[in-house]
């Protein structure tokens, strides 16, 4: 039985159109979550509630009046909901949209002065309790003034959840015995923050357990509960995924966290490209689209395009030069939206590697659109 066909019986259907990141999209990231600044280990013994505290104190808003998001002012709805009328962007010959990771200060320093440079914009997506941080995970973190200046400049703020938290299922590889404190999922990426409930399910039968540990023995990858299981579950007809409620905390805390520092939030770029049904079932709630919920191509078509099962492919990690020239031509070629995205913490990802995408881009006379408004564009489109 496939990993997609398992994941689509146990999760919730949410309508036509496949919504997938299978284990090979998702292991493309498990080589920096391995290194010894893993998040299990060194998020873990850095929560002391640094970051995050910051915007949970209702007096430490951005907004004087007490609003969650800007303009939400009556004084100025109304001309603001007219400015966003007249000034609704087209993708018409084709637009790209810039989408980078996890919110490390390389995409101040590096990335936002070169997309200055062509007076174009991009999305970032923002782990809320890495704002601020200093010297983690081998780097430094963007603070509330950094992020602040990248809005001004016509930047959107996206979510990227709360702790950078794997949004998908897994499904079990081998069977799970009742009695047995530990289970062995396709990927390890719920085991990176140890202390929340995870529920693992065969769509008839369902336990909640706390992850204590995980790491992997001769078998392969593991998560530890704190409990022994009552319940015994198959390899392949089960997955383990974290509850309703637990997303819920992971989604709408980021974007709450996120609108009390004075940014409008209507986008979620997921850890690890990491995307099912059971994902878009609950973003949906919180969001207008997701802008990596089928990776391994930057090619979006107009017509039909459903922003929560938007494309989005790397344009330097694992990829070449050429390969994503041809990617950028057949954009251009269809008219299509393309949607890219990067880590500026890598090495690889250089300004110079930025400016010259930019440098491409531009010969094809291609727009450069957030994902918001890249979404609007095509909504704008269809009236």
Excluded at 2 to 8: A, D, K, L, V
Excluded at 50 to 74: F, I, P, V
Excluded at 214 to 226: I, P, Q, T
Aim: charge should be negative; charged fraction near 35%; glycine fraction near 8%.
């Amino acid at each position: 039985m496939n990993h997609e066909s398992t994941r689509r019986r146990f999760v919730v259907t949410v309508g036509a159109g496949s919504v997938g990141a299978t284990a090979g999209c998702t292991g493309r990231f498990s080589g920096r979550n391995s290194n010894a600044t893993d998040p299990d280990g060194g998020e873990e013994t850095v929560d002391g509630g640094n970051a995050n505290d910051r915007g949970d104190d209702e007096t430490n808003d951005r907004g004087d009046d007490g609003t969650s998001e800007r303009g939400d002012d009556a004084t100025t709805d109304s001309s603001d909901e007219s400015e966003e009328t007249e000034d609704v962007p087209s993708v018409d010959g084709g637009a790209v949209v810039f989408v980078y990771d996890d919110g490390p200060i390389e995409d101040y320093e590096q990335a936002f002065p070169v997309h200055q440079e062509f007076d174009a914009p991009a999305s970032v997506g923002i782990v809320t309790e890495w704002i601020g941080r200093t010297d983690f995970n081998d780097t430094d973190w963007m603070d509330d003034h950094h992020l602040e200046e990248l809005a001004a400049a016509g930047w959107e703020i996206s979510s990227h959840t709360t702790r950078h938290t794997a949004l998908s299922a897994f499904e079990l590889v081998e069977d799970a015995v009742e009695g047995d404190t530990r289970i062995y999922p396709e990927q390890r990426n719920h085991g990176f923050h140890h202390g929340h409930e995870i529920e693992v399910t065969d769509g008839e039968e369902s336990v909640r357990r706390t992850i204590v540990d995980s790491d992997h023995d001769d078998v392969g990858v593991y998560l530890e509960f704190d409990d022994p299981l009552e319940t015994s579950f198959r390899a392949g007809e089960a997955v383990e995924r974290y509850p309703a409620d637990v997303m819920h905390e992971f989604l709408g805390e980021s974007k709450r966290e996120l609108e009390r520092m004075g940014f409008t939030v209507d986008t979620l770029l997921a850890p690890y490209d990491a995307v099912d049904e059971w994902t878009v079932e609950i973003a949906r709630e919180y969001y207008d689209g997701i802008a990596n919920a089928r990776p391994g191509s930057m090619f979006n078509e107009p017509e039909g395009f459903d922003p929560l099962e938007t494309r989005r492919d790397y344009f330097v990690e694992f990829t070449t030069p050429a390969d994503v020239e041809a990617d950028l031509d057949r954009v251009a070629e269809e008219e299509a939206i393309g949607v890219l995205g990067a880590h500026t913490f890598k090495a690889e990802v250089t300004a110079d590697r930025i400016r010259e995408t930019l440098e491409w881009v531009e010969k094809r006379d291609l727009e450069v659109l957030t994902f918001r408004d890249a979404i609007r564009a095509v909504d704008g489109d269809r009236r």
